[in-house]
């Protein structure tokens, strides 16, 4: 897989966890890859699309979620 900038990310030895502990189908998987780079991918289709993100982007996404700027209403 290539993300932007050109950089080639390998999935293939990615060691995916679930994202939370509640209980259900409904979850996200999370890998941590090399360079600091993680990938976000749906866990009830692990063969469908991978987000990944530099790990710039990682933290300001996980900052987020942190101070509850993605809580619903």
Do not use: C
Request: cysteine-free.
């Amino acid at each position: 897989m290539s993300i932007k900038g050109g950089t080639n990310i390998d999935l293939s030895g990615a060691t995916w966890r679930k994202a939370g502990d509640g209980p259900g189908r409904d979850s996200v998987e999370v890998a941590l890859l090399p360079d600091g780079h993680v990938g976000l991918r749906d866990g009830k289709n692990p063969d469908g699309h991978v987000l990944i993100f530099t790990p710039g982007e990682w933290a300001a996404f996980t900052a987020g979620v942190q101070d509850g700027e993605f809580d619903r209403p």
